[in-house]
Structures are given as structure tokens and as C-alpha cells.
């Protein structure tokens, strides 16, 4: 007799009810760069097309380059080099497709991808909107677009981001082994109080504030949380050996030099290589360096930098209104 009433089933013996659920996916411990198409990819004819036109003629020029891949973009080798540090057993590195692009133009990016050998599989495409607010969700260590709106807007909710000048240089091939990234100092790594100092008074003013406070460490710049991510990716070497270096290149000369190494120094941060330049222009060093990407928050220091090495401009600190 079924004593469950008429249409129950009763439960199996021994064997418990349960559901199966599926853990969502998390990028918790990577180092997520969100980037821009144009910044991945050299999307410059386009993109004429869309400014001299609508959003209609550049989504079906897009559509109509479906099968053929963009030319690598200015950001194209830091990408590539980030994510060979993942190993299939181990994601380290996360890189999302984060535009301005419909989603019609989008298949394009992933197509281009694809072709490359990036995997790259996460995206979000807005058509005209702004696509920083996204950032937040995504935990992103930094952002490189192309639009400088959207840049100012991802530096004020905290994410470092930095406008990528289309028109720099490609990254050299001399150093497949490592990934190379220079970084200003003064209202990228550290804060603007300096320059601020050096601005209004002078550069007597400015060597005599830092000299007074040279055991007293900066305060963070904008920078410096994506500074830390690559120093945690810094301490293990990825797949066959792979290296990242850093360096400061700055404008700084002594007796400010030693604010900056003390500054790097509290927070138990490593820099492979600091240029304290006294004013000298950037570019010829930077050169030399060959990084696969540059960082100031001076779009004269950027367009110097711009002809030799792939360059962004970090819109932050009183040089930019802030």
C-alpha cells in the first residue's frame, strides 16, 4: 500500500535529495586587463569610416572584414606576453574585450583573436556607451582604451587606465621572453603632491620639499594597485621561463631620486630599472629599454615616447586639471 497518498512518490532508500548546482565563474587572483578594440587591435581605417559616417557603415564595413584579421594594435604585445604566463592548469592572467563596438563589430574582435592565438573569450560591447562602468564588476587591474572620457571616468572609480596613442610605435621582438612595462612616477605610480610642489613654486622648491621628506614615503598614485598585481605575477616565472620587468622613468633627479626608491621601498616593491633623467626627454631612453608599454601622466613625456615605444597617457593629477 503506498501510505504517501494517492500521486506522492516516495523517496528512494539510502539515497539522498540533493541539487546540482554550478559554481559561477570567478576571476578572484588574476590580473584582469580590460582593453579597448582599437587598443588591441589597429582598427584605424574603421574607425575613420565610423567619425566620418554612422555607426551602420562601420558595423557592415566590420561585417564585410568578418574572415580577415585586424593588424596587431599598439597594446598587442603586452596582451600577448600576459597571457602566456597561463598554463592550462593554472589561469594567472585574464584579458577582456571591453568597447565602445556593437556586437556585430565585436565578432570581428574575437575573430581576430582567435587568429592570433589569444585566448580571449569574455567581452563587452555597448555601441557608443560608455563601457568603464563595467570595470567594477570585473575587477579590473587596468584599463587601456583609446577614449579618453572613458579613461578619466575609470581613473576616478579607482582602476588604472591609461588613453593608448593609436599612432605608437609597435612593440620590438627582441625580448620575447620577458614582458617590459615603464612607468612615470609623479601622478602614476606616486601621487601629484610633488609635482604639484613643482608646478607652483619651482624646481629649487620641489628639490628642497623632497629632500626635506625623503625618509617620508609618497602616497600611492593611481598606479601603484596595478604595480602590485604585476609583482605578484613577478615572483613566479611563467611558462618557459617568462620574465616580467618593470622600470621608473622619470623626471626626477637627485637629491628627489631617493623619495622615489624609499617610496618603492615601504610599499616592498622591486623596480628592475629606474632612470632619473633630470628633465632629459624619455623617448631615446625608453628606446633603449624597448618596453612593451610606456605610462606617464604628461602627454608631452607620451607623444616623446609615442615614436619609439607603444604609449598611454594616464589623464590624472594636476597636469590634467585634476
Known amino acids: 500500500m503506498n501510505r504517501g497518498g494517492p500521486g506522492r512518490r516516495r523517496p528512494l532508500p539510502n539515497v539522498p535529495e540533493f541539487t546540482i548546482r554550478r559554481m559561477p565563474a570567478t576571476l578572484e587572483g588574476q590580473l584582469v ?5 582599437r587598443a ?8 575613420r569610416l565610423f567619425e566620418a559616417a554612422d555607426d551602420r557603415a562601420y558595423m557592415q564595413l566590420q561585417l564585410a572584414r568578418l574572415d580577415q584579421p ?4 599598439v597594446a598587442f604585445s603586452l596582451v600577448h606576453k600576459l597571457l602566456a604566463f597561463n598554463t592550462p592548469e593554472r589561469a594567472r592572467v585574464e584579458v577582456v574585450i571591453l568597447s565602445r563596438n556593437d556586437p556585430v563589430s565585436g565578432l570581428r574582435v574575437f575573430r581576430s583573436a582567435q587568429h592570433y592565438g589569444l585566448p580571449v573569450q569574455r567581452g563587452v560591447f555597448t555601441r557608443g556607451e560608455p563601457p568603464w562602468r563595467y570595470l567594477r564588476p570585473l575587477a579590473a587591474n587596468l584599463f587601456l582604451s583609446t ?3 572613458d579613461v578619466r571616468e575609470a581613473l576616478l572609480t579607482g582602476v588604472p587606465a591609461a588613453r593608448v ?13 620577458e614582458v617590459r612595462i615603464a612607468f612615470d612616477g609623479d601622478a602614476v605610480l606616486f601621487s601629484d603632491e610633488a609635482e604639484r610642489v613643482y608646478q607652483s613654486q619651482g624646481l629649487p622648491a620641489f628639490q628642497d620639499h623632497e629632500r626635506e621628506r625623503a625618509a617620508t614615503p609618497l602616497a600611492p598614485g593611481p598606479f601603484k594597485p596595478l604595480l602590485e598585481a604585476l609583482h605578484r605575477l613577478q615572483r613566479e616565472p611563467g611558462p618557459g621561463g617568462l620574465r616580467l620587468r618593470t622600470a621608473l622613468v622619470t623626471a626626477r633627479s637627485a637629491p628627489a631620486h631617493e623619495r622615489a626608491i624609499r617610496t618603492l621601498m615601504d610599499w616592498q616593491i622591486d ?5 632619473f633623467l633630470g628633465g632629459l626627454a624619455k623617448g631615446s631612453f625608453l628606446r ?5 608599454f610606456f605610462f606617464d601622466d604628461q602627454t608631452g613625456h607620451v607623444e616623446n615616447a609615442a615614436p619609439h615605444v607603444p604609449a598611454g597617457h594616464v589623464a590624472h593629477g594636476v597636469s590634467n586639471g585634476g
Open 271 to 275: 623596480v628592475d630599472e629606474a632612470m
Open 165 to 177: 596613442y593609436p599612432d605608437s610605435a609597435r612593440a620590438g621582438a627582441n625580448h620575447p621572453d
Open 288 to 292: 633603449e629599454f624597448e618596453p612593451d
Open 70 to 73: 585586424a593588424r596587431p594594435g
Open 40 to 47: 588591441l587591435f589597429d582598427f584605424e581605417e574603421e574607425n
Open 33 to 37: 586587463v580590460a582593453i579597448s578594440s
Open 147 to 149: 577614449n579618453e572620457a
